[in-house]
């Protein structure tokens, strides 16, 4: 049984997400706060967390870089009020996974926390990707260049990891957008994707992945921006 951790300071919402996931057969865990949810992950692990941006004393977004900062991978999905695209493009620059917007059917959020554990299953399978100066580690999700070891969130880890698995090739960002977030051909998204190549992009120092107007983008290891 998959085990399964809430944040969010609305009771109603709370109780609401818990029944909905443990009518999926996951044990839930719900807390109000973002203090809350730290000291649970001090005692009890957790296939998946889904917590709310907006929360007084600490936000969604607080949550999500303590916990990237302290090293810790368990795949997050933020919720967001409806076109808060704000929200969404700061929770995955904090290290989020994916979003959703809480106005969903119930049923929806289900399948896509099922979507994100499935993902990170698929990316913890040994793998490794060496090139003359890159190195991707699946197996212990590390990512070396030049002989530098590489800070990636999770998102951005498994976004290098996609790319270099079909190095050579372009990548659409609607194939991206289909592949990380089931979601074709939307504008806002797109943004959004554009984002988290241009922020890894500057964390590989320009390196590795090329980019093809109109197309989308390629990894190359022998690319200098």
Request: proline fraction near 1%.
């Amino acid at each position: 049984m998959k085990r399964i951790l809430i944040v969010d300071d609305d009771v109603a919402i709370c109780k609401l997400l818990q029944a909905t996931f443990e009518n999926a057969d996951f044990s839930v865990t719900c807390v109000t706060s973002g203090l809350s949810a730290l000291a649970r992950f001090e005692s009890a692990t957790f296939d998946v967390l889904v917590l709310d941006v907006m929360m007084p004393g600490m936000s969604g977004i607080e949550l999500t870089k303590k916990l990237r900062l302290a090293g810790n991978l368990t795949p997050i999905l933020i919720l967001t009020a409806r076109d808060d695209d704000e929200a969404r493009i700061d929770g995955l620059e904090a290290g989020a996974d994916d979003y959703c917007d809480k106005t969903l059917p119930m049923r929806e959020i289900v399948q896509r926390v099922h979507g994100l554990i499935r993902r990170h299953q698929h990316y913890d399978k040994a793998q490794f990707v060496s090139a003359d100066s890159f190195v991707l580690d699946a197996k212990n999700r590390s990512v070396t260049s030049f002989g530098t070891q590489i800070e990636l969130t999770s998102r951005e880890y498994e976004l290098l990891e996609f790319l270099s698995a079909r190095a050579g090739e372009i990548v659409s960002r609607d194939e991206l957008l289909t592949h990380f977030w089931g979601i074709k051909n939307s504008e806002v998204e797109t943004r959004t994707i554009d984002v988290l190549v241009g922020r890894l992009r500057k964390k590989l120092g320009g390196r590795y992945i090329r980019s093809k107007r109109g197309f989308g983008y390629i990894f190359d290891e022998d690319f200098t921006d």
